[in-house]
């Protein structure tokens, strides 16, 4: 399988045999993508043309035989919410409320966007929680005409934050720091489900809630709590791990909280083939999207 993640203007992509459900990881890459790459107009006639350029670039690099492309895409490709609704609404009574809150949202856009929701499966609050990915209908197209003139399989498409969250997910209440760039991306997780995300600030050393989609109740009860943890605090009940080295007033917040966190690699637990070759000074970390497709590669 071929896993390609494009966020934040860089490309990165794994290519893995599945065998016997186990990943042998034969390449792993990134590549810094171009201003004229990072800045695309997702309604433009030219956006297929585009989008084969980066994607030829990565088949050049991978074996013939590769048919089954992964992918993950961020917010400038795909938007992703999570959107409240109340559980006592009937099914149909539901989707009209989607579909108004969309078109609310979307205005003149509505028509020009494919919008795919999927239901969040939740016993611990009085709401039902809906992901909704919006990704513009040219782009869609423009993305699955370039696989298949490249003589490849579309199989799977997310935005990144899912394949983040897969990667990550836990049963109790938990948060999950992500580095991005010189920002962070927070996941907060319950009873096994991703039920809000975002940019969470730091100021004057403690965490605040920022912006957030989702749960922001739970994303605020978590905040709380890890605020609250000093270096001898008991052990804490709460799940909290970071993936890559967190930038500026995030490091020291993080430090001081170390006995707490666990520090993920998102590529330890793949088992690496013999002709894997990584770049010197590779960071493991930028690849959890990648790691996160290739999981549910075997799902």
Not at 83 to 111: C, F, H, T
Not at 184 to 204: D, K, M, Y
Not at 282 to 291: A, H, P, Q
Request: charged letters at 20%; aromatic letters at 8%.
């Amino acid at each position: 399988m071929l896993a390609i993640s494009i966020r934040s203007g860089w490309l990165r992509y794994a290519q893995a045999d599945v065998i016997d459900q186990t990943l042998i990881l034969n390449s792993l890459k990134n590549t810094k993508l171009s201003k004229e790459f990072q800045n695309l107009d997702m309604r433009s006639l030219d956006l297929s043309v585009l989008f084969g350029v980066i994607l030829q670039d990565v088949l050049n690099s991978v074996p013939d035989y590769e048919k089954e492309i992964h992918l993950s895409l961020d917010d400038r490709w795909i938007d992703c919410q999570i959107i409240p609704i109340d559980k006592g609404l009937k099914v149909e009574d539901q989707q009209a409320y989607l579909n108004w809150y969309m078109q609310q949202r979307l205005g003149s856009l509505w028509s020009s966007c494919s919008i795919f929701f999927s239901q969040i499966e939740s016993t611990a609050s009085d709401k039902n929680w809906i992901i909704s990915s919006i990704i513009a209908k040219n782009a869609l197209e423009s993305i699955t005409s370039s696989i298949k003139q490249s003589g490849k399989n579309p199989v799977w498409l997310e935005p990144s934050i899912l394949s983040m969250a897969r990667l990550v997910v836990s049963e109790g209440p938990g948060v999950s720091f992500f580095k991005d760039q010189r920002s962070v991306r927070a996941l907060f997780f319950f009873g096994g489900n991703l039920l809000a995300f975002g940019q969470p600030l730091i100021r004057n050393g403690k965490m605040y809630i920022g912006s957030i989609s989702g749960d922001k109740g739970l994303a605020d009860s978590i905040i709380k709590m890890v605020n609250a943890l000093q270096p001898r605090s008991k052990k804490s009940s709460i799940s909290i791990n970071t993936i890559g080295e967190l930038p500026g007033k995030w490091n020291s917040y993080i430090s001081s909280r170390k006995r707490h966190i666990q520090r993920i690699n998102p590529i330890a637990g793949i088992k690496k083939g013999k002709r894997i070759k990584l770049r010197k000074g590779t960071d493991l970390s930028d690849f959890t999207e990648v790691s996160g497709l290739m999981q549910k590669a075997l799902s």
